[in-house]
């Protein structure tokens, strides 16, 4: 989460249980929407189930409308919160190797934690997959190390990278969310299966 103003509204343990409490919410969100069902995940990229992205674009509106809202009433310092920097090609890479292991896994690493929680094997079968990815990652760094530091770009913002303004990009969020929803409406009659509805 966005560290809230330590030591000013709250203290930092309190920051800290909010954080987990706010963690335990976000796994029960996941669950109730069915992001334990690999068949429900693997649906978004077969277009008949986009449960997933709806969820994912509603996340998108809460968190940035709350953010921008919450800096301007200054309950929250948006220059503590940590920007991953971007390698592109690394990045374009891992994105395939990710998208590829969630069409055949029907878990992304979030989601296979939370279909594991719950006892699902192949969720567990998946986690072992991801670790041995790792090691090889890991082990075999120096032979990919260039390509993986290729193209660095820093920490932009797309706020700064378009010149537009927080609120600005907020609202054209939305507006790209609301287009998601309608796409994933028509993907879902468009593509519809049967079978896949009378499990449900």
Do not use: H
Request: hydrophobic share 50%.
């Amino acid at each position: 989460m966005g560290p809230l103003i330590v030591n000013e509204i709250i203290s930092q343990n309190t920051n800290l249980f909010l954080a987990f409490v706010i963690g335990i919410g976000f796994g029960f969100v996941l669950e109730a929407n069915g992001f334990s069902s690999s068949r429900r995940l693997a649906g978004m990229f077969y277009g008949y189930d986009t449960t997933v992205l709806k969820v994912f674009f509603t996340a998108a509106i809460v968190g940035s409308v709350g953010l921008l809202f919450m800096s301007l009433f200054k309950w929250i310092d948006l220059s503590y919160i940590y920007i991953n920097p971007t390698y592109l090609w690394s990045t374009l890479g891992g994105g395939v190797i990710m998208g590829a292991g969630f069409i055949l896994g029907g878990y992304c690493p979030g989601t296979s934690f939370c279909a594991a929680s719950i006892g699902k094997l192949d969720a567990l079968a998946f986690i072992g997959g991801m670790f041995i990815g790792i090691f090889i990652f890991a082990e075999g760094y120096p032979l990919w190390e260039n390509f993986y530091n290729a193209k660095f770009l820093g920490a932009p913002l797309l706020s700064d990278y378009f010149g537009a303004s927080r609120g600005l990009l907020t609202f054209l969020v939305i507006l790209v969310a609301l287009g998601m929803f309608w796409v994933g409406e028509w993907a879902e009659k468009k593509f519809a299966r049967e079978d896949y509805k009378m499990n449900q």
